[in-house]
C-alpha cells in the first residue's frame, strides 16, 4: 500500500498506542456490568470512576459534575435540548453563534419546531464573535447561551471568558443564561479549566484527542437540571441511561491524560508547521485565500479558499494521491452544500466552494507538507484549466 499522508486531524485522530493497550487491558479485565452488584460489577464501576476523576481533575471540577455519553454530538444535544426542555418555565430564548457545529445547530433547529426562540449570534469575517451583536441579542427570557470554544472548520477560537463574565452579572440576578461551549476541537490544546472560562456545560470527546471513537462526556455544573434524552436504566445519575461502555471510558480518560501532558510542547511544534504551511502555499498557489484568524486559532488548524475550482474535485484528486483533508465538518462529508461556517464569515459563495481544511496532528512533519503543497498546486492548476469559472 502506497504511504499516505494524513491531514484531517480535526475530523479524527488516531488512537494512541498506549490508549489501545489500556482499552485491549480494561476490554479483558473489567467486563462485568458496572451496575451490577457482585464483584465483577464493582471493579467495573471502579474503573468508570476512576475515569471520571481523572477527566475532572483536567476541567477542575468534581467528579460528579461529568456525564459520560456515546459522542461529542449526543453532549451537544444532551447539553441543548436538556437544558432547554428543564427550564422552559423560566424562558424559551437561546442564543447560539452562526458557527457552531451542526449538532448544536441542528438541535436548536429541534428547538425552534418547538416553539422556542432561536437567535443566532454572528460573527466577523474572521470567524470571531462579535460581542456587541451579541450583547443586543440577549433577552429577559434567554435560559441559554451556546458558543463553541474552537471552530472545527477555520479554527478560530472564541473568546470565551469575555462571554461569560458579560453574563455572569445577569446571572447573578436570575440564574439565568446558562452557559455551555462544545470544546471538543480545543480539547488536548487550550485549558479546559471549567471556573476559568465560566461555563456551566462543556462538551468533549475522545475521538480528537487520540482517544477511542464512541465516547464522549459532557460537564454539568452542579446544581443545574438537565432533562436527560436517552431513557432506560437511569445509569450516569439518570442523565443519560444505558450500560457503560467501561474500555471507551478508560480509553477516553487516559488519552486526555497523555494529551494534556503533550499539550505545551505540541502546540508548539503545531504552531511552527502552520506558519510554514500557511506561508508556502501562499507563495506557491495564486488566489490562494486563508480562513479564519490569521493568530486567534487553533495550531494544527489551516482552512483555505481557492478560486475557480470545486473543493470536492480536490478532495477526490488528493485523495487518488493518497494525501487525506476535508472541505469542511467531516460529519458533513456527504452535504455538498457550501460551508454554513464560512458563508457565516460573509465568504462568497464560489470561494466557499473551493474551500480546503488542512488539519495536523502528532504525526505531520515537514515533508508531509512539501509534498502536499506539490501535489495541491498540481492538482488546483489543472482543475482552473477545465473549469469554466474565470479565476
Known amino acids: 500500500m502506497k504511504k499516505y499522508i494524513y491531514l484531517d486531524y480535526a475530523a479524527t485522530t488516531p ?29 467495573a464501576k471502579a474503573q468508570i470512576e476512576k475515569s471520571r476523576e481523572e477527566i475532572s481533575n483536567h476541567l477542575n471540577t468534581s467528579p460528579d459534575e461529568i456525564i ?12 441543548i435540548l436538556g437544558i432547554a426542555h428543564a427550564h422552559k418555565q423560566h424562558g424559551k430564548h437561546i442564543i447560539i453563534s452562526t458557527i457552531e457545529h451542526k449538532a448544536v445547530l441542528e438541535s436548536a433547529l429541534r428547538l425552534k419546531d418547538e416553539g422556542f426562540e432561536v437567535s443566532f449570534a454572528p460573527v466577523d469575517k474572521n470567524g470571531i464573535l462579535d460581542i456587541g451583536s451579541f450583547k443586543k441579542l440577549l ?15 477555520i479554527g478560530t477560537i472564541q473568546p470565551i471568558k469575555e462571554i461569560s463574565e458579560i453574563l455572569r452579572p445577569i446571572k447573578q440576578k436570575t440564574g439565568y443564561p446558562l452557559f455551555h461551549t462544545d470544546a471538543c476541537q480545543a480539547a488536548g490544546v487550550l485549558s479546559l479549566n471549567v471556573n476559568d472560562l465560566g461555563v456551566d456545560l462543556l462538551t468533549i470527546n475522545g475521538s480528537k484527542i487520540y482517544g477511542p471513537k ?20 437511569g445509569q450516569e445519575k439518570n442523565k443519560r441511561s444505558g450500560t457503560e461502555n467501561i474500555s471507551l471510558i478508560v480509553g477516553f480518560a487516559k488519552a486526555l491524560t497523555i494529551a494534556t501532558r503533550k499539550q505545551e510542547s505540541e502546540n508548539i511544534r503545531l504552531k511552527q508547521l502552520q506558519n510554514y504551511l500557511i506561508d508556502k502555499i501562499q507563495k506557491t498557489i495564486p488566489k490562494a485565500y ?17 478560486s475557480g475550482i470545486e473543493g470536492e474535485a480536490m478532495i477526490l484528486l488528493l485523495d487518488q494521491a493518497k494525501i487525506y483533508c ?32 488542512i488539519t495536523l496532528g502528532r504525526k505531520t512533519t515537514k515533508k508531509d507538507l512539501d509534498t502536499m503543497v506539490d501535489e495541491l498546486a498540481k492538482i488546483i492548476n489543472f482543475l482552473r484549466k477545465i473549469s469554466t469559472i474565470k479565476v
Not at 456515546?70 to 444535544?77: I, P, Q
Not at 465538518?329 to 480546503?356: K, N, Q, R, Y
Open 15 to 43: 488512537i494512541d498506542e498506549n490508549v489501545i493497550k489500556l482499552i485491549n487491558k480494561t476490554n479483558t479485565l473489567f467486563y462485568g456490568n458496572p451496575g451490577s452488584l457482585h464483584e465483577s460489577g464493582r471493579l
Open 68 to 79: 459520560f455519553t456515546g459522542s461529542g454530538t449526543e453532549s451537544d444535544n444532551l447539553a
Open 139 to 153: 433577552q429577559k427570557d434567554t435560559i441559554l447561551v451556546s458558543i463553541m470554544y474552537a471552530n472545527n472548520e
Open 214 to 233: 464512541g465516547v464522549g462526556c459532557l460537564y454539568v455544573k452542579k446544581g443545574i437540571n438537565l432533562e436527560p434524552q436517552i431513557l432506560g436504566g
Open 290 to 306: 486563508l480562513n479564519g484568524h490569521i493568530t486567534k486559532r487553533l495550531p494544527n488548524n489551516i482552512n483555505f479558499s481557492f
Open 326 to 357: 476535508s472541505t469542511g465538518s467531516a460529519c458533513s462529508s456527504s452535504d455538498l452544500s457550501p460551508s454554513h461556517v464560512l458563508l457565516a464569515t460573509g465568504l462568497a459563495l464560489e470561494l466557499a466552494h473551493g474551500s480546503l481544511r
